[in-house]
C-alpha cells in the first residue's frame, strides 16, 4: 500500500549544471535550505496515475535522480504505474509521454503530450504516491524558471535533478492553490487546501479527473531556442488560467463556467474551431482590453446555442508550429475549421538578431512565387506556406470537418512600413539589407491560390480590416488596435501597446469586435458557407 507524504515538506529549486540545453546558473542558497540527497533503500517504489484528457495512453514513464540514473515503466490503458525505484538518490525528476511520442522538446516536428513532476524526497522502503498531471507539470515550470531552465522538459531531461530548497517550492505550491482552490472545492475535494497534485489518493482521482477534462495542457513556444518552454494552463475554451510567464501567479480557473462550457461544446449543432495566432487569440484578464477577434466571435451568432466557438487560436504561432506543437486536438468530426495564419509564417528573418535562426527553424513558412509556385528550401517542404496550410485541409477531410481559409488581418502600416495610416497590404517578403529572407512572395495572395487549389471557401478579410483602419482618413484607428491609456490600464505602463508605443498589430476590445463582424459579414456572402450564416444575428443597419 502506498504511503502518501507529508504537506510540510517544502522545497524549492537551486542550481545545477546542464547539459546540452540552455540555463544560466543561479547562486546558490545557503546549505541550511538545500534538501540532502537521500539514497532511497530496498523495497522502494512509487506508483501513480498520469491524468491528462487528451494523451494517448498507455503512456511511458521515466525517472531520473540526482546522479543520472534511470528508470522507466509504463502505464497500463487507464494512466495507472507503478515503479520499484530502489537504489535511486531523491530528489527525483518524473516525466510522463504519451504512447506512440518521442518528441517533447522540439517544436519543428510533431510533439508529443508530455508531462512532469518533481519529487522531492521518498520514503525509503515503502510505496510512494507519485502522480503526473498537468498541475505537477505546471508546478515543476515554476520549480525550472528560477533555475534558469527554459521550461520543465529541460529540467526533466537534464542528466543530474537539481537540488531543491524550502522556498521555491512552497511558492510554486502556494500559486497552484491560490488559481485552483475554488475549483479543487467545486470538483469535489473536501479539504482543498490540503490537496496535493503530486501525492493525491486513488479515492480523489474522480475529481481530478472532473477538473483535467475542462483543462486544455500545453507548454509554450520559446523564442530565442524555438524548443518547448513553459507550461501553459488554459480553461475548456482556451480561457488563460496560468502561462503568460515562464513562472508566478495564476488567474484562477472557473470549474463552474469551464464545466457549462464544455458541456455546451458537447451539445452545441456546430462547432467552429479556430486555428490562428495572436490577433485571434483569448487573452488573460491581466491584458484587459487587449482581445483577439476570435475571442468575441461567437457573440455573432444567435444566442439559442446552436454555434460553439472554441478558439484555439495561439499567440505567435505560424501554421507550421500549430500543427506540430497539437493545439488542434480539440477538433471533431463536423467541426467547421477556421484556419487564419500569416503574421508569424512572416518570421523569416535569418539574420535578426537572438531568435532569427530559431524563427527560420521553427516558424517561418515561404510564400509562393509571383507565378504562384510554391517556394521552400531543398528538403524542408513543410516549409511552404501553401503545404503547411494544405496541412490543415487534409487533416479536416480525413476527419470529416469543413475547412475554410482566412487571410490574415492588416498591420497598420504605411506604405514605407511605418506605423500608422494610410494603412496598406503588408503581408509579403522582400530581400532586406541583411539578405534574412531566402524568398520572396505575398502570403495573403498565398492564401488565396491555397483556397482555390483546394476548393475551400475563402473569406478574404484582410482588405475590410485595411479600410477599418483608414476610415475618416485613418484618425481613428488607436479606437481599433492596441493603443492604450496606462494611467486607466497600468498593465501598458511601458508596455507595448501603450500610447507612448503603439501596437500596430493587436486589438483591444472595440477593434475585436469590429473585426469578428468583418468575419461574419464574409460568411454572409458566400454560399458555400450558407448554412454557417444562417446562425448568424441579423445584421445591424
Not at 321 to 331: N, P
Not at 334 to 351: L, P, V
Not at 359 to 379: I, M, S
Amino acid at each position: 500500500m502506498s504511503t502518501r507524504f507529508s504537506h510540510r515538506i517544502t522545497l524549492a529549486l537551486l542550481i545545477s549544471s546542464s547539459v546540452g540545453y540552455a540555463h544560466t546558473q543561479k547562486n546558490a542558497a545557503p546549505a541550511s535550505e538545500t534538501l540532502p540527497a537521500t539514497v532511497l533503500g530496498e523495497h522502494t517504489t512509487l506508483e501513480g496515475i498520469v491524468a491528462h484528457r487528451d494523451a494517448r495512453l498507455p503512456a511511458t514513464i521515466i525517472v531520473r535522480d540526482q546522479q543520472g540514473h534511470r528508470r522507466q515503466t509504463q502505464t497500463d490503458e487507464q494512466g495507472h504505474y507503478q515503479l520499484d525505484v530502489s537504489e535511486l538518490t531523491a530528489p527525483l525528476s518524473l516525466s510522463a509521454v504519451e504512447y506512440g511520442g518521442n518528441n517533447c522538446l522540439l517544436n519543428n516536428q510533431a510533439c508529443a503530450i508530455c508531462l512532469s513532476a518533481l519529487l522531492p524526497t521518498a520514503q525509503s522502503g515503502k510505496g510512494n504516491i507519485a502522480n503526473i498531471n498537468p498541475f505537477t507539470d505546471r508546478i515543476a515550470s515554476d520549480m525550472a524558471a528560477p533555475a534558469g531552465y527554459i521550461g520543465p522538459q529541460q529540467l526533466s531531461d537534464d542528466a543530474g535533478t537539481p537540488a531543491l530548497s524550502a522556498a521555491t517550492w512552497k511558492q510554486a505550491n502556494a500559486v497552484f492553490h491560490a488559481g485552483f482552490g475554488p475549483a479543487l472545492k467545486q470538483a469535489g475535494i473536501t479539504n482543498p487546501a490540503q490537496f496535493d497534485p503530486l501525492h493525491y489518493p486513488a479515492t480523489q482521482q474522480k475529481a481530478v479527473r472532473q477538473l483535467v477534462d475542462v483543462i486544455n495542457h500545453n507548454r509554450n513556444y520559446h523564442n530565442d531556442s524555438g524548443q518547448a518552454g513553459h507550461t501553459v494552463l488554459t480553461d475548456s475554451v482556451f480561457r488563460p488560467i496560468v502561462g503568460l510567464s515562464a513562472d508566478g501567479s495564476y488567474e484562477g480557473l472557473d470549474y463552474g463556467y469551464a464545466h457549462c462550457q464544455l458541456d455546451e461544446i458537447k451539445k452545441a449543432k456546430t462547432r467552429i474551431f479556430i486555428v490562428g495566432d495572436s490577433t485571434a487569440a483569448n487573452y488573460e484578464k491581466l491584458r484587459f482590453p487587449r482581445m483577439g477577434w476570435a475571442q468575441v466571435f461567437e457573440q455573432q451568432f444567435r444566442h439559442d446555442g446552436s454555434v460553439k466557438v472554441i478558439n484555439g487560436a495561439r499567440a505567435g504561432r505560424s501554421s507550421r508550429d500549430f500543427f506540430y506543437e497539437g493545439w488542434f486536438r480539440q477538433m471533431q468530426p463536423g467541426d467547421y475549421i477556421f484556419i487564419q495564419m500569416g503574421h508569424n509564417d512572416q518570421n523569416c528573418n535569418g539574420a535578426r538578431a537572438v531568435r532569427g535562426a530559431a524563427d527560420v527553424g521553427n516558424l517561418c513558412t515561404y510564400p509562393n512565387d509571383a507565378a504562384g509556385k510554391r517556394q521552400f528550401p531543398q528538403g524542408k517542404p513543410d516549409m511552404s506556406f501553401q503545404n503547411a496550410l494544405e496541412r490543415y485541409i487534409t487533416y479536416a477531410r480525413q476527419h470529416q470537418m469543413i475547412p475554410v481559409l482566412l487571410t490574415p488581418t492588416t498591420s497598420v502600416k504605411d506604405a514605407q512600413g511605418k506605423d500608422g495610416t494610410p494603412a496598406v497590404h503588408s503581408h509579403f517578403t522582400r530581400q532586406n539589407a541583411e539578405n534574412g529572407f531566402a524568398f520572396i512572395g505575398d502570403y495573403s495572395q498565398t492564401i488565396k491560390d491555397t483556397a482555390k487549389a483546394n476548393n475551400v471557401p475563402l473569406l478574404d478579410v484582410e482588405p475590410d480590416t485595411i479600410a477599418l483602419a483608414n476610415q475618416d482618413n485613418g484618425h481613428h484607428w488607436k479606437q481599433y488596435w492596441l493603443v492604450i491609456d496606462p494611467k486607466r490600464y497600468p498593465y501598458y505602463k511601458d508596455q507595448a501597446g501603450s500610447t507612448s508605443k503603439p501596437d500596430t498589430t493587436h486589438f483591444q476590445q472595440k477593434g475585436a469586435i469590429a473585426v469578428a463582424e468583418i468575419v461574419a459579414d464574409s460568411i454572409r456572402v458566400d454560399d458555400t458557407l450558407r448554412p454557417l450564416a444562417d446562425y448568424l444575428l441579423k445584421k445591424k443597419h
